[in-house]
């Protein structure tokens, strides 16, 4: 059985190098970890400016996967995302070339400012780890994380991502401003160069894949299996909710709750860390009714009320 305590490692090596060049948000790139080690996708929103890329490229740059960043824009197509089959007059044959969504850890910058076309390219890539390019699928190589970074909608020049894609997504974080202290730190940081070019590898692609073992292991009592489905059917009788969390959202808080315990080197998941990770798998794939938004009732808020009102189990959360 794989040992639990090299989650704990892995991650503390992982956020100590990142810690280098995100200042101040440990919780974010905690919430980056828990999707890399459960093998899910992560979804960073927020305005420009406050690190969304610079979180990304700093975690590709400490694990030993390869990298590929795309800057999504209007005008891009997607065969731009995937590749394209090209013919060859040489061999008198089609030959596939392979687009930046071939890569381990994919940075899709600013991802709804693409058209919703080439925002449904990387559907299939993302729930299926493949690619299917005139008839011919071509898998994706594991492990394989997409880290989208997103500007809020309301801001000009966007497009609302599709409920589907939104719905591949395990997670959505928001980076939010640093407060002084670290801004002072972020300036006398960057006063020579950008500290992410100092950046090292500290961990390697088979830690990870040992780390992403170790998780599947933590144990989840049945009662708090009962828990998690309890608050992700609450949000689809909830009021004021128009569609509430898909089954994909239970599984997505399953996993997390596990890879979390496993980061505090434990072998068992407490209601805390269910408590503690609902919002973040959950609240985008709420859409909150018309109604309830013109109260500006936003799916957060009706996530911590359901968390205050769904009885929490009271169990012994390691296996008898």
Known sequence: MPDISLVHQF??????????????????????????????????????????TMLARAIAKSIGCSFNRIQFTPDMLPSDVTGVSVFNQKTQEFEFRPGPIFAQIVLADEINR????????????????????????????????????????????????????VDRFMMRIHLGYPDERH????????QDHHP???????????????AQE???QVYVADPIKAYIVAITQATRKH????????????????????ALAALQNRDFVLPDDVKALATVTLAHRVLVSPSARIKNIHAEAILHEILNSVPVPGVHATPS
Not at 32 to 47: F, N, R, S
């Open 11 to 52: 991650a503390q090596r992982v956020t100590d190098n990142v810690s280098r060049v995100i200042l101040g948000k440990e919780e974010a790139i905690e919430r980056t970890l828990l999707a890399l080690l459960c093998e899910g996708h992560l979804l960073i929103e927020d305005v420009p400016g406050l690190g969304k």
């Open 239 to 258: 009021p004021d909710v128009y569609l509430g969390a898909s089954p994909r959202g239970s599984l997505a808080l399953y996993k997390t709750s596990r």
């Open 183 to 190: 801004e002072i730190e972020i300036l006398n940081s960057q």
């Open 114 to 165: 693409a058209t919703p076309k080439t925002q449904a390219a990387l559907l299939e890539a993302m729930e299926e780890r493949q690619v299917t390019i005139d008839g011919v699928t071509y898998p994706m190589r594991r492990p394989f994380l997409v880290l989208a970074t997103q500007n809020p909608i309301e801001y000009e020049g966007t497009f609302p991502l599709p409920e589907a894609q």
């Open 196 to 210: 992410i070019q100092d950046l090292q590898q500290v961990v390697s692609h088979e830690e990870l894949v040992q």
């Open 214 to 216: 170790a998780v599947k």
